[in-house]
Nanobody, 121 residues
């Protein structure tokens, strides 16, 4: 069993900041890529940011320079620092953890349950 628990969402005014966390627990062998996605009402889920186990990051153009993804490998936790938030950042944010898990030791991508971020204008 593997669980991803997200926290840190909420309501913030435009220009404000939030920090999301996602802790992975369970039968983990190794987590390779961790990522944040988001889905706004009526829209498809989109990739926000990714980070590899070595710390390489990638961002969607819409969040570059405002969001920072980081991870603590010892805690199997990924973070998303969101600054200069805009109303268009309003969405449910999901974390994912792609890696190798027991007992099959095959690669799989697990998802969190999502956390709501609402940015008011």
């Amino acid at each position: 069993q593997v669980q991803l628990v997200e926290s840190g969402g909420g309501l913030v005014q435009a220009g404000g900041s939030l920090r999301l966390s996602c802790a992975v627990s369970g039968s983990i062998f190794k987590i390779n890529r961790m990522a944040w996605y988001r889905q706004a009402p009526g829209k498809q889920r989109e990739l926000v940011a990714t980070i590899t186990s070595g710390g390489s990051t990638n961002y969607a153009d819409s969040v570059k320079g405002r969001f920072t993804i980081s991870r603590d490998n010892a805690k199997n936790t990924v973070y998303l620092q969101m600054n200069s938030l805009k109303p268009e950042d309003t969405a449910v944010y999901y974390c994912s953890a792609r890696g190798t898990y027991y007992p099959e030791l095959s690669e799989y991508n697990y998802w969190g349950q999502g956390t709501q971020v609402t940015v008011s204008s």
